[in-house]
């Protein structure tokens, strides 16, 4: 097996925090009890994606501030949270809240863009200035500036017994070290350096340039190259990956196939360019953990990072997901080079 030059320093987890439309508190629960078992298996981070208008996790911020009160180590991420949804003002009031509430421990990421299936959703989320709104990287240099504490207004003092500030409160003085930007592009990937920030990828990067057959591994590789070489930091900016990864060692062999045909499934969409957009899709990664380890040592991008935030399944039960934590953390993590925090 091919060694990297650099163990793996941080191993993360994301879920997508499913529930049922008619009981979902259960589900909400469920994903607070993964983020309690990631911390006992000793997982560097936990994150939790943002769906609006569907049964995932609608309000990550939220969830986080409730799973802050239930860990005391582990770090909690974003993954992301898409601005256009946002004002970036509100948004950092509580951001900065919860990492207050945290002790230091949230990992913000972010994108632009107009919201999905914006035609739709306008006039009921910006029903009086639904096209004056600008989801362009503006919107995350305005939530960047906030959160690192440049001025919101231009009045701070006392007003009768009221005192005011001038920029968000709380302000919490290291979060705007740790706001991620999730890109798939270059010209995401050199904004995020260029900014400062730090660069989420994931199993989805955008095909660009060329229209001869590309890897999905050396496009992801451009882009942590980009970033980092338009980033302050150089090559210690951090990157973290999120590709879908599945082992198999202690599941049963009912788990087994279900993986397996899940995987199977979506495999399609990882040979060609898919839509408008040339969206490339990474395969999952299904097997034992020393085959995983295997194929991420052969993939160029995972060489080239010391972090990662593997993505679980969306449509998995609680039990198949405490199986596969429990895998990545006991097998695939030490097999990659990790060590369990403590």
Do not use: C
């Amino acid at each position: 097996m091919p060694l990297t030059s650099e163990p793996l320093r941080k191993l993360g987890f994301l879920t997508i925090g499913l529930f049922d439309e008619a009981d979902p508190r259960q589900g909400h629960e469920s994903t607070l009890q993964i983020i309690e078992l990631g911390e006992r298996l000793g997982f560097d981070s936990a994150w939790v994606r943002h769906r609006h208008l569907q049964y995932g996790i609608s309000s990550p911020v939220a969830v986080l501030a409730a799973a802050s009160q239930r860990t005391s180590r582990i770090e909690l991420g974003t993954a992301v949270i898409p601005l256009g949804w946002e004002n970036p003002l509100r948004l950092a009031e509580d951001l900065a809240t919860v990492d207050i509430l945290s002790g230091g421990r949230l990992n913000p990421g972010v994108s632009v863009g107009p919201p999905m299936h914006y035609e739709r959703v306008k006039d009921a989320l910006y029903p009086d200035t639904a096209d004056a709104e600008d989801f362009s990287f503006e919107r995350v240099r305005r939530l960047l500036d906030l959160v690192r504490g440049e001025p919101a207004t231009d009045f701070s003092g006392t007003e009768g017994f009221e005192s005011f500030s001038d920029r968000v409160q709380p302000h919490s003085p290291g979060l705007g070290r740790r706001l991620w930007y999730g890109g798939g592009s270059l010209r995401s990937a050199q904004w995020a350096g260029e900014h400062g920030m730090n660069f989420l990828t994931s199993s989805v990067v955008k095909a660009e340039g060329s229209e001869e057959p590309q890897d999905f591994a050396e496009i992801q590789l451009s882009h942590i190259r980009t970033f980092r070489a338009h980033h302050p930091d150089g090559d210690r900016a951090r990157v973290s990956q999120g590709l879908v990864v599945i082992p198999t060692d202690s599941a049963t062999p009912e788990q087994r196939a279900k993986y397996e045909a899940y995987a199977r499934e979506r495999t399609p969409r990882t040979a060609t360019p898919q839509g408008p957009a040339r969206l490339m899709f990474a395969p999952d990664l299904v097997g034992t953990s020393a085959e995983i380890a295997e194929r991420l040592y052969a993939h160029a991008a995972f060489r080239e990072i010391d972090e990662v935030a593997f993505a679980l399944p969306f449509t998995f039960e609680h039990d198949d997901y405490v199986q596969i934590l429990t895998d990545i953390a006991t097998r695939l993590g030490p097999a990659l080079g990790w060590r369990a925090a403590v």
